[in-house]
């Protein structure tokens, strides 16, 4: 339940996942994108929670598949996220890039842009027994769900 120690490549590919589009977004921001009235305690724990996550998602290499089992299921539930991750980017970058369209549901998801990264994290780190990245998910969650629903409002 603890790790074991070495590089994933899984962990690399979902880092990737979620680091190109916010880097694509970075560099044609919104106008209505405001980082001013973020609640202090959920940048805090947003913060900790990315470099918690991205460091356990590279010096573990628990979540690389071995053999497919039923357990299995975990991994593929936490790429079907990440897939809807990026779906939820590819809408956006179609759209007229509002505020709206930057927060409006993904099916019934809520906030997709931080539901979804945040819910393939914990669901790789089941499907890899990773508690480092069950509890690094969980803190990146409460501060980046928690900063995208204040601002969705």
Not at 7 to 26: C, E, H, Q, R, T
Not at 89 to 103: E, G, L
Not at 123 to 147: P, R
Request: aromatic content about 16%; proline content about 3%.
């Amino acid at each position: 339940m603890l790790g074991h120690l070495g590089f994933s490549y899984v962990g690399l590919i979902f880092l990737l996942m979620l680091i190109i589009p916010n880097i694509i977004w970075a560099m044609s921001k919104q106008k209505e994108y405001d980082t001013g009235n973020e609640k202090k305690i959920f940048s805090v724990f947003e913060r900790i929670g990315q470099i918690l996550c991205t460091a356990t998602l590279l010096l573990f290499n628990d979540y690389d598949p071995k053999e497919f089992t039923l357990w299995t299921i975990w991994l593929f539930l936490s790429f079907a996220c990440m897939m809807l991750y990026e779906i939820y980017w590819v809408r956006y970058f179609r759209s007229s890039r509002t505020k709206y369209d930057f927060y409006r549901n993904l099916i019934a998801i809520p906030v997709p842009g931080a539901t979804l990264p945040a819910v393939a994290f914990l669901l790789l780190g089941i499907y890899g027994k990773v508690i480092w990245l069950i509890i690094s998910s969980i803190i990146f969650g409460i501060g980046h769900i928690g900063i995208h629903i204040n601002k969705s409002k």
